[in-house]
């Protein structure tokens, strides 16, 4: 089992910048995909981006790709995702997402069996 702790979350205006880190305890990080979803009010949790065990291989949302970024250190049990460029419509609670199960970063929520309690990404135009 795996606990999951977002921050970095924050108020920013359109066209600036965020970095958010998700801090992983408990099962050998490097054994775990990773993955950012986030969630606006009335809508569907979205997939952000995923990333594989050693890094190597990385897995984007359309609609923030050339934007975003998502690393990992597996040293620091922290994978990081960096945005850039926000618009308001990346407002929304970003959560971090675990699973040891699968083969390769996935989009799908359901695939994933661990996440954290969330940070609140508010972008003001």
């Known amino acids: 089992q795996v606990q999951l702790v977002e921050s970095g979350g924050g108020l920013v205006q359109a066209g600036g910048s965020l970095r958010l880190s998700c801090v992983a305890s408990?099962?050998?990080?490097?054994?775990?995909?990773m993955g950012w979803f986030r969630q606006a009010p009335g809508n569907e949790r979205e997939f952000v981006a995923a990333?594989?065990?050693?890094?190597?291989?990385?897995r984007y949302g359309d609609s923030v790709k050339g934007r975003f970024t998502i690393s990992r250190d597996n040293a620091k049990n922290t994978v990081y995702l960096q945005m850039n460029s926000l618009k308001p419509e990346d407002t929304a609670v970003y959560y971090c997402?675990?699973?040891?199960?699968?083969?390769?970063?996935?989009?799908?929520?359901?695939?994933?069996?661990?996440w954290g309690q969330g940070t609140q990404v508010t972008v003001s135009s």
């Open positions: 408990g099962r050998t990080f490097n054994t775990y995909v």
């Open positions: 997402a675990a699973d040891y199960k699968l083969g390769s970063p996935s989009d799908n929520r359901y695939e994933y069996d661990y």
């Open positions: 990333i594989s065990r050693s890094g190597r291989t990385t």
